[in-house]
């Protein structure tokens, strides 16, 4: 009976755009297109769909072969359907060495390379600097006095002033990242950081494709200096880099106007999680990414169908299959800087990402990005129809939208929500709800149907500015339900063999209280975990069924 209401919702979406931008649909035609494509693009076959695979390759060829039946042309590069990009998809390390004084230390025994080092050989004097910080503000300089520091090897402490207290005054001045940056910028040919004390936290050992180096080969040992400190130094480190090339799918709906609607949807996925990104605690098991995202490239090619067949030509529409969002909005970042079309003459971008899931109790649809521009205040609820539309300002966030919204075009962004087979080999295609797609898809009609021609107005959002947001290198393990609305974190789902699931948490939990930290919102959950590092074991405490339950959690 439910998706009986929702096609009769569908043809009354469809039917109350004007007669002249009316594209003929039914509910039953629209949901068997999306199953289509959705089967296809989440076939074994595909294999996931990882960026720069052989199953890339076949998806992007499938969504071109569907552009071209539409009469659609090419967007890409040259006058091409792609938009290639190149990436580092591994990295690993390579031969090291370090001596002190002339003692060869032993590599994981006594000494290991910083994630953030960059390849290099060096020989020379050590000068030390303390904890390595400059703060202005607090009145604190370890470099002041310090002369002819060019060419030396810096000997730098772990931590800070404060101790180990990522929220302390010099939480933001103590990484090894920041102090790396500053050493350079003061002359350093290399940087070796030590502890003081054993109680001195280590930095978190591993590489992976997305560490950024900090331009400087970069060693920490892994026990106290029990002596004086050494004079001269002399070290290697090596990192070798593989890179991948990915592929964007662009296609144009050219109808002569002044301005422009991207629609996007990215058509990568996990491959079998080898790359990160999987929470599936098995291996190699292919990730056919159902609902992330062939149901959002499903709902691309069929806008892009709907929008051809109609008589709407108040815009051109450009239709972009991204690959790399899975690594990092990689397509997607790469495109804003490098368009095949004039940004300027963008109005607007119609992302989306996960809207195979509607529920069709509570039709709940997640409607991010409406702070970018005033006008999406007059339309998001006035043409929800039967939808409840749950609605977030901010212009950022982890998919595709982010991308244009950095480069100031207005953005919303459609997501029906998290599962608990988000990022798992059970995020499969008759898991979806396809006419609840369709009702999505004709919401989006009825926006855009209701678009003024000029370009839309861009507005910044108040929490467009991420940088404070502080690092974590622990983890529960959970899903957050991102549709609650109450004090807390409720919990989705939880990955076995995590701290969490280890600790006893399930699907329905709110975590009100980590340690000493109140969790009253994701925030508050982001800063309670960036005080815990590996190995810890702290107080969790739950809601559940109304009553408090206390866990134990070790990170």
Request: hydrophobic share 35%.
């Amino acid at each position: 009976m439910k998706k009986i209401l929702l096609g009769l919702a569908l043809v009354c979406g469809l039917q109350s755009l004007s007669a002249q931008e009316q594209p003929s649909e039914d509910i039953a035609a629209t949901s068997d297109r999306l199953r289509y494509h959705v089967f296809y693009l989440a076939d074994d076959s595909l294999e996931g769909r990882l960026t720069g695979s052989a199953g890339e390759a076949g998806a992007a060829r499938y969504i071109i072969h569907t552009f071209e039946e539409l009469g659609l042309k090419p967007a890409g590069d040259k006058g091409n359907w792609t938009q290639a990009f190149t990436f580092t998809s591994r990295q690993d390390f390579g031969d090291s060495r370090l001596e002190l004084d002339g003692k060869k230390l032993k590599y994981q025994t006594d000494y290991a390379v910083l994630s953030a080092s960059a390849s290099g050989e060096v020989k020379g004097k050590l000068v030390e600097v303390s904890f390595g910080i400059q703060n202005s503000t607090l009145g604190h300089d370890d470099y002041a006095g310090k002369k002819d520091l060019s060419g030396k090897i810096f000997l730098v402490r772990l931590g800070s002033p404060d101790g180990n207290n990522p929220h302390g005054k010099f939480g933001a001045d103590a990484t090894p990242e920041v102090k790396i940056a500053l050493a350079k910028k003061m002359g350093a040919s290399a940087v070796i950081f030590y502890p003081a004390t054993a109680d001195d936290i280590l930095p978190a050992d591993g590489l992976d494709r997305r560490t950024q180096s900090g331009g400087l080969p970069a060693i920490y040992l892994k026990k106290p200096l029990t002596a004086k400190f050494p004079k001269q130094a002399s070290l290697k480190t090596t990192i070798f880099k593989t890179t991948t090339t990915g592929h964007n799918v662009a296609a144009l709906l050219h109808n002569d106007a002044p301005y422009t609607v991207v629609i996007g949807a990215h058509y990568d996925h996990l491959g079998d999680g080898s790359l990160g990104g999987s929470l599936f605690t098995g291996k190699g098991a292919i990730h056919n990414g159902a609902d992330d995202n062939a149901s959002g490239t499903a709902g691309l090619l069929e806008l892009a169908r709907l929008l051809k067949e109609s008589n709407n030509r108040q815009f051109n529409y450009l239709f972009i299959a991204f690959s790399g969002e899975e690594l990092g909005l990689l397509g997607s970042a790469y495109f804003a800087k490098n368009a095949t079309v004039t940004l300027d003459q963008v109005s607007c971008m119609l992302n989306m990402d996960m809207i195979g899931r509607l529920d069709s109790n509570t039709l709940q649809l997640g409607v991010h990005g409406t702070g970018t521009s005033p006008f999406w205040k007059e339309v998001v609820e006035a043409q929800a129809g039967p939808l409840n539309i749950k609605t977030t300002e901010s212009g950022t966030g982890s998919s595709d939208h982010t991308s244009f919204y950095l480069q100031n075009i207005p953005v919303l962004h459609f997501f029906t929500g998290t599962h608990r087979d988000y990022h798992k080999p059970e995020d499969d295609a008759e898991k979806l709800n396809y006419a609840g797609e369709a009702e999505v898809l004709a919401y989006m009609l009825r926006i855009i149907g209701q678009l003024p021609t000029e370009k839309l107005v861009f507005a910044k959002t108040a929490d467009a500015d991420n940088r404070n947001t502080p690092r974590f290198k622990v983890t529960l393990g959970i899903m957050p339900d991102y549709f609650y609305e109450g004090k807390g974190i409720k919990v989705d789902g939880v990955t076995e063999g995590k701290p969490g699931a280890k600790a006893g948490m399930q699907a329905g939990d709110i975590v009100i209280r980590l340690g000493d930290y109140p969790v009253s919102d994701m925030t508050g959950y982001m800063n309670a975990l960036a005080a815990f590092e590996k190995g810890k074991t702290t107080r969790l405490v739950v809601e559940r069924n109304g009553k408090e339950i206390e866990l134990e959690v070790t990170f």
